[in-house]
Structure formats: structure tokens, C-alpha cells
């Protein structure tokens, strides 16, 4: 059961759309995982059909009143579980500091989970800035996510999460497995190689190969609370989120095992 976070210190660059297309291609491959919205803005929590409106039923219910994981999460159907947000999580910082129970938290309440949960991985759609919530999810993680939309900005954005990263690594002991993950990549831009080609000399082996490519279906699906495949399979966008799974899975940093197409259906409709 791998943890993953996906986090950048910079809004908009396919954070949420990584979270929901991952776990959704994830699910295909017939597994169900946990999925958290740790973004008190709440846009992974609004593609849910039936979202709970009580900020207690949201992951400030664990922050908050010691709630289980187990308690909160909904099913999300095509998805696995979710712990959906509320804009009351960003009062996790102002009222717990910064001490080391507040910030292991997260992974002891998923230790707790892994133990009776049915899912498999579990994938924290992260905000934008580091925070209480942010560095809860990287303690928590096995390795983390950081998508770059192909633009200066997001590139900067990167770079600050790789200082964060490198800073962090002799607190935590352990080297923080990180990939970097181009997306809205538009091959008509001059600008997508260049940023491509300063990622690469940036970051060099820990830049995925895949990359998500700008597409419509990807911005349209979660208006109509669908993640890529259900909105359009045969998409760009599908594709490429299936590609980035199949690279977690060759590269073995997500070792979820490839199961038969009836294995699949009969998990699926179990
Ligand atoms: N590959 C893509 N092609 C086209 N549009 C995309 C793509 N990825 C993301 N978008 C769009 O870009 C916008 C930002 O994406 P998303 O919400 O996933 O980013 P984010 O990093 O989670 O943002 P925030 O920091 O605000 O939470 C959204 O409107 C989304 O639909
Ligand atoms: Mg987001």
C-alpha cells in the first residue's frame, strides 16, 4: 500500500487533476484507493456527486474532534474512498502550530486505516503553499508527486518544493522519493520544451517520462464530476494518465499488482 502526495508550492498547475485521473486509472487497473482532499479550497471534494456539507464529516473531523479516518470516508464511485475537505481545514495552522503530533498526526490516523481499510493506495490531493496540511502529507507519504505545468512559474514552484524536500530529508531521516510530473504540456509552445529541458537539468532522473499533455477533456471532466475515463476514454488525456500509471508501475513505485481483465471486473463489482 503506497502513499503518495501530490504537491507543489504553486496553485493551478494539475495537482487535483493528477489525484483524480492517478486514482481513476488506478481503479481500472482494479483497485480502490483512499483519496484525500487536504486542500482547504475543496476542488477535489467538489468533482464527489454527494460531498458532506458538515465540516466535521471532512478531514477537519479528524483534526478537530479525533475522528477516525475510517468515519469519514465516503465511497466514490469509479474512485475508491474519499475524505472529502472543508474551508475550515485552514484553521488547522492557526489552531495547532507547528509540533511534531500535529504534523505525525496524518500518518499515524492512516497507519490506523491501513489496518482495517479495504483500498489499496492512498493519494492526498495537497494546497498550493506549505503549511500544517502540506507537511502532514509529505511525513505521511511514501514518495511525492509535483506536477509542473510546463511554465516558468510552476518551475519555480518545483524548485521551492525540492528546497522544502531537501531540508526536510535529515528531520525525517530518509531520502523523500520525489517524481516530477509535466502536465498541460502544449507541443505548439516554445516554452513547454524550455521549461521541459530546465526541469530535466533540475531535477534529471526524477522527471517522469510521461508527460500529461494540455487537453480538453482533462479541464472539462470535472465539471460534470467525472475524472478523464468516464468523461472520455479514448481521449489525450486518458491516455496520458494511463501512460503516468504505467510508468509508476514499470519503475516499481507503485507495486500494485497487474491483474487479468475477469480479476479486474469481478473486484470492481464485488
Ligand atoms: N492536462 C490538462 N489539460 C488542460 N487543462 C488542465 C490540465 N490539467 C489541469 N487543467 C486545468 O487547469 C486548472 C488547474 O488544474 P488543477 O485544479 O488540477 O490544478 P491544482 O494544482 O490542483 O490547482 P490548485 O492549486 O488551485 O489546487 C483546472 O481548471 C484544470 O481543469
Ligand atoms: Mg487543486
Same mark, same amino acid.
Given at each position: 500500500m503506497t502513499r503518495i502526495a501530490v504537491f507543489n =508550492?504553486?496553485?493551478?498547475?494539475g495537482k487535483t487533476s493528477t489525484v483524480l485521473n492517478l486514482a481513476a486509472a488506478i481503479y481500472r487497473q482494479g483497485q480502490r484507493s483512499l483519496i484525500i %482532499?487536504? %486542500? +482547504?479550497?475543496?476542488h477535489l471534494t467538489e468533482v464527489h456527486p454527494n460531498p458532506p456539507v458538515?465540516? /466535521? =464529516? /471532512?478531514l477537519f473531523g479528524f483534526y478537530q474532534?479525533?475522528? +477516525?479516518l475510517a468515519s469519514l470516508a465516503i465511497d466514490w464511485e469509479g474512485m475508491g474512498k474519499l475524505i472529502c475537505s472543508h474551508?475550515?481545514?485552514?484553521?488547522v495552522d492557526s489552531i495547532f502550530g507547528r509540533g511534531p503530533a500535529i504534523l505525525n498526526r496524518l500518518k499515524h490516523g492512516l497507519e490506523a486505516w491501513d489496518k482495517t481499510a479495504d483500498t489499496g493506495n492512498t493519494l492526498i490531493d495537497c494546497c498550493p503553499y506549505l503549511g500544517v496540511l502540506s507537511l502532514s502529507a509529505i511525513f505521511a507519504t511514501d514518495f511525492v508527486i509535483i506536477p509542473i505545468a510546463s511554465d516558468y512559474l510552476s518551475l519555480q514552484g518545483a524548485q521551492k518544493v525540492e528546497h522544502t524536500l531537501k531540508a526536510l530529508e535529515p528531520v525525517l531521516k530518509k531520502r523523500i522519493e520525489r517524481r516530477y510530473l509535466m502536465t498541460?504540456? %502544449? !507541443? !505548439? !509552445?516554445g516554452m513547454t520544451f524550455e521549461v521541459h529541458e530546465q526541469a530535466l537539468a533540475n531535477f534529471g532522473n526524477d522527471v517522469l517520462q510521461t508527460v500529461i499533455s494540455e487537453n480538453v477533456a482533462v479541464a472539462e471532466s470535472p465539471q460534470h464530476k467525472q475524472n478523464v475515463f468516464q468523461y472520455s476514454a479514448n481521449s489525450t488525456g486518458a491516455r496520458d494518465y494511463q501512460a503516468l500509471l504505467d510508468e509508476l508501475l514499470e519503475s516499481g513505485l507503485l507495486p500494485l499488482q497487474r491483474k487479468t481483465q475477469a480479476a479486474q471486473a469481478a473486484d470492481i463489482n464485488s
Open positions: =508550492q504553486k496553485g493551478g498547475v %482532499d487536504m %486542500d +482547504p479550497q475543496g458538515a465540516a /466535521s =464529516q /471532512s474532534e479525533n475522528k +477516525p474551508k475550515e481545514l485552514i484553521k498541460c504540456y %502544449d !507541443r !505548439r !509552445r
